[in-house]
């Protein structure tokens, strides 16, 4: 079963994603740093920190942002997977970092095409809910 939807935490809580997309603007370490661009997200008023989720094959996908859906939407819609060391490359990580990539720890079972496709249509609907 596939499906998406949006949790509310009370403290921010990184993704997978967070590291790549957001690159720390203060310090040269993402776990020191208290700027970011883009900027990590607020907490919405009353309900607190948004984690996007999608479920597919029986797999959780968690996100922190929209602009990691995004980044998410644009490499896995890709017809030949990127390489995380491509990857990571062209990330403010730079070269020797794809170990730190969050497409390294993306199931196997979810790196097919036909998989992928599943996946994007999910984070376009939970992309466009959102908006």
């Not at 644009?74 to 390489?83: A, E, F, H, I, R």
């Not at 036909?114 to 994007?120: A, D, S, T």
Request: proline share 8%; hydrophobic share 30%; aromatic share 10%.
């Amino acid at each position: 079963m596939s499906k998406y939807w949006v949790e509310y935490v009370k403290e921010y809580r990184p993704s997978p994603a967070s590291l790549v997309v957001h690159r720390p603007l203060d310090c040269e370490h993402w776990s020191g740093a208290t700027k970011f661009d883009p900027p990590l997200p607020q907490p919405e008023v009353g309900k607190g920190y948004p984690v996007s989720k999608v479920e597919a094959k029986g797999y959780e996908l968690s996100f922190s942002s929209m602009e990691e859906v995004e980044h998410c939407i644009d490499v896995l819609s890709q017809k030949n997977l990127p390489t995380t060391r491509s990857l990571a490359e062209e990330s403010w990580l730079g070269q020797g970092y794809q170990h730190l990539h969050w497409l390294t720890k993306l199931p196997s079972a979810l790196k097919s095409y036909k998989e992928r496709q599943k996946i994007v249509r999910l984070l376009g609907h939970l992309k466009s809910h959102n908006q």
